[in-house]
């Protein structure tokens, strides 16, 4: 069993950064990849972001790519994204899943003023 919180969610101006945490525990977090969802209101999940367990390859929806950057700290049991030139676009309910999507955090609200 893996466990997973979000963190570093809140309300921004278009153009400014936050950086969203996920913290894990349980099963061995590094034999994972991880990934980055999101979900606006009234819209589907959709994913972000990916990170190979090593850390050695990233995958990034178009609509993030040159914007994102994920990156994980097994040490630290944490993965972050980097989320820099919000758009309001960017506003939703940011999701960290792993486990081949088995395992999934309760979210972290991003909300980019305009």
């Known amino acids: 069993q893996v466990q997973l919180v979000e963190s570093g969610g809140g309300l921004v101006q278009a153009g400014g950064s936050l950086r969203l945490s996920c913290a894990a525990s349980g099963r061995t977090f590094s034999s994972y990849a991880m990934g980055w969802f999101r979900q606006a209101p009234g819209k589907e999940r959709e994913f972000v972001a990916a990170?190979?367990?090593?850390?050695?390859?990233?995958y990034y929806a178009d609509s993030v790519k040159g914007r994102f950057t994920i990156a994980r700290d097994n040490g630290k049991n944490t993965v972050y994204l980097q989320m820099n030139s919000l758009k309001a676009e960017d506003t939703a309910v940011y999701y960290c899943?792993?486990?081949?999507?088995?395992?999934w955090g309760k979210g972290t609200q991003v909300n980019v003023s305009s």
């Open positions: 990170i190979s367990w090593s850390g050695g390859s990233t």
């Open positions: 899943c792993t486990g081949g999507f088995s395992y």
